[in-house]
């Protein structure tokens, strides 16, 4: 018997077509079988957003004010916003948050909460690990608005909390008095339960849901002034461990409390529940995979 045995140079005409084949196929098959998630735009959809005009906002601003070393109301500014401000128009949904949860990129929520209502017991690290996901997914800029963002997206729904006395310095319990007073009316209308997005409906921008019973952390640090007696600043500390939260009312918490309730209320009465919206700064370089490599 014969046996017919190939040489390499009879073999070399072969093996262009075969390698061109190989590779049609594997072009084939990277078509038909999915990317790993990381190296794959989300397919979620981009949040509803609203875009507030440039203008001017006159507000009581944040800070624990003291007068030689006395407690007062913080001071009316105005501030200035000279581009526009594209915010949220409801807050992080528990279906929103679950997406990146199942991602790993956030962690499980405090709060388990309900389809269609907002995502409670959530930090303040865990709202810059959603805006991180979320910029990654969408090749955009997300970010937790400012404090002075905050309010003016909030419009009317804007609180006050100043107490409004003219402060006495040889009397400060008048301050204590007044201070106790507010924060027992706020203890009184407590509303544990997160409602679904829109119970509180729209303000006059169209933002739905603000001030109701979710406080949304924002960027600012909170911050200690002292102030002479003409109102001018002395010194200012800022204690970026804990961070402001808006809502019915103003607050600050540390950075790591999910729960407000266990006792990590820096200031104020706590929230009822801890949730957030986010603004967008604009389209990040080279969309999802520049951030990849940021």
Same mark, same amino acid.
């Given at each position: 018997?014969?046996?017919?045995?190939?040489?390499?140079?009879?073999?070399?005409?072969?093996?262009?077509? *075969?390698?061109?084949?190989?590779?049609?196929?594997?072009?084939?098959?990277?078509?038909?079988?999915?990317?790993?998630?990381?190296?794959?735009?989300?397919?979620? *959809?981009?949040? &509803?957003? =609203?875009?507030?005009?440039?203008?001017?906002?006159?507000?009581? /601003?944040?800070?624990?004010?003291?007068? $030689?070393?006395?407690?007062?109301?913080?001071?009316?500014?105005?501030? *200035?916003?000279?581009?526009?401000?594209?915010?949220?128009?409801?807050?992080?949904?528990?279906?929103?948050?679950?997406?990146? =949860?199942?991602?790993?990129?956030?962690?499980?929520?405090?709060?388990?909460?309900?389809?269609?209502?907002?995502?409670?017991?959530?930090?303040?690290?865990?709202?810059?690990?959603?805006?991180?996901?979320?910029?990654?997914?969408?090749?955009?800029?997300?970010?937790?608005?400012?404090?002075?963002?905050?309010?003016?997206?909030?419009?009317?729904?804007?609180?006050? $909390?100043?107490?409004?006395?003219? $402060?006495?310095?040889?009397?400060?319990?008048?301050?204590?008095?007044?201070?106790?007073?507010?924060?027992?009316?706020?203890?009184?209308?407590? $509303?544990?339960?997160?409602?679904?997005?829109?119970?509180?409906?729209?303000?006059?921008?169209?933002? &739905?849901?603000?001030?109701?019973?979710?406080?949304?952390?924002?960027?600012?640090?909170?911050?200690? =002034?002292? /102030?002479?007696?003409?109102?001018?600043?002395?010194?200012?500390?800022?204690?970026?461990?804990?961070? /402001?939260?808006?809502?019915?009312?103003?607050?600050?918490?540390?950075?790591?409390?999910?729960?407000?309730?266990?006792?990590?209320?820096?200031?104020?009465?706590?929230?009822?529940?801890?949730?957030?919206?986010? =603004?967008?700064?604009?389209?990040?370089?080279?969309?999802?995979?520049?951030?990849?490599?940021?």
């Amino acid at each position: 018997m014969t046996v017919l045995t190939a040489r390499p140079k009879d073999l070399a005409p072969l093996i262009l077509p *075969a390698a061109l084949l190989v590779l049609a196929f594997a072009a084939l098959a990277v078509q038909l079988v999915p990317l790993p998630a990381l190296f794959r735009p989300s397919d979620i *959809a981009r949040p &509803v957003t =609203v875009t507030l005009p440039p203008g001017q906002l006159t507000y009581r /601003v944040e800070g624990h004010y003291l007068q $030689d070393n006395v407690p007062m109301d913080a001071p009316i500014t105005t501030i *200035a916003f000279e581009h526009p401000i594209t915010i949220m128009q409801y807050q992080v949904s528990v279906e929103d948050y679950a997406r990146c =949860v199942a991602d790993q990129a956030c962690p499980p929520a405090f709060n388990a909460g309900l389809d269609g209502t907002p995502v409670t017991g959530v930090n303040y690290q865990d709202a810059l690990d959603y805006a991180a996901w979320l910029s990654g997914a969408t090749g955009e800029i997300w970010a937790l608005p400012t404090d002075a963002e905050w309010a003016y997206a909030a419009a009317e729904r804007f609180e006050d $909390d100043a107490l409004g006395l003219m $402060d006495d310095p040889t009397n400060p319990a008048l301050r204590w008095i007044a201070n106790y007073r507010a924060e027992a009316a706020r203890n009184r209308s407590a $509303d544990p339960d997160p409602r679904p997005l829109g119970s509180f409906g729209a303000n006059s921008n169209g933002i &739905v849901d603000m001030s109701g019973n979710v406080w949304e952390w924002t960027e600012t640090c909170h911050r200690r =002034v002292h /102030v002479d007696e003409a109102g001018s600043i002395v010194s200012e500390q800022p204690a970026c461990t804990i961070r /402001v939260l808006e809502g019915k009312h103003r607050g600050a918490t540390s950075f790591f409390i999910r729960d407000p309730k266990s006792g990590g209320c820096s200031v104020g009465v706590p929230p009822d529940n801890l949730g957030f919206r986010l =603004v967008r700064r604009g389209a990040g370089p080279g969309g999802w995979f520049g951030w990849i490599g940021r």
